[in-house]
């Protein structure tokens, strides 16, 4: 009997677990046999992913000027996509700021586990998160907005070397956003 269910298990991809009994147990109806498909298992195993694109829907890196560099010292990558358009954590991390403030409008900018900084600028209200949460990447934290010295709907996205923003070095952030996007 155990090896015809072990064969029709394999045949069908399942995992099946039958319960170890002892002789004493044996006088009652038999114990259940429960079945798993593969594919839950493997799914519960994977982790949460190392990273992902911010914006949630669909968006538009624009032109030259909204890039890193872009002809007038712009600090990051603008990513435009509809006001209310959710905004998520790309990389995980520790929020160190999230506030409201001049030209940033509302913001939130995180620390990941190895040093570098993200920010997220112009969020369409201040951010869902606070100072000290711990974010998971992929994980809302605001929507697309247009606060603070922003011309229409979008995302401004920087990155920073450790020890973090204006402490250390910016990063054109172009690359890995489009590698995030492809992966996601």
């Excluded at 520790?94 to 900084?117: C, L, Q, R, S």
């Amino acid at each position: 009997m155990q090896r015809r269910t072990a064969a029709l298990a394999a045949v069908l991809g399942l995992l099946v677990v039958v319960p170890q009994v002892s002789a004493s147990v044996l006088q009652g109806p038999p114990a259940r046999v429960r079945t798993e498909p593969l594919s839950a298992i493997s799914r519960s195993a994977s982790t949460a992913p190392d990273a992902a694109f911010p914006v949630r829907g669909r968006h538009d890196f624009g032109t030259a000027v909204n890039g890193f560099g872009g002809g007038r010292g712009h600090q990051g990558q603008d990513i435009f996509a509809s006001c209310g358009t959710r905004v998520v954590a790309a990389r995980a991390g520790t929020v160190v700021e999230a506030e409201t403030g001049g030209n940033e409008g509302n913001y939130v900018v995180m620390k990941a586990a190895d040093g570098p900084h993200q920010a997220y600028l112009h969020l369409l209200r201040p951010g869902s998160v606070r100072k000290g949460d711990r974010v998971a990447a992929g994980e809302g934290i605001g929507k697309v907005g247009d606060s603070g010295n922003a011309d229409g709907c979008h995302l401004h996205f920087e990155l920073w070397t450790a020890p973090g923003r204006f402490t250390g070095s910016l990063m054109n952030p172009r690359a890995a956003l489009k590698r995030w996007a492809s992966e996601g």
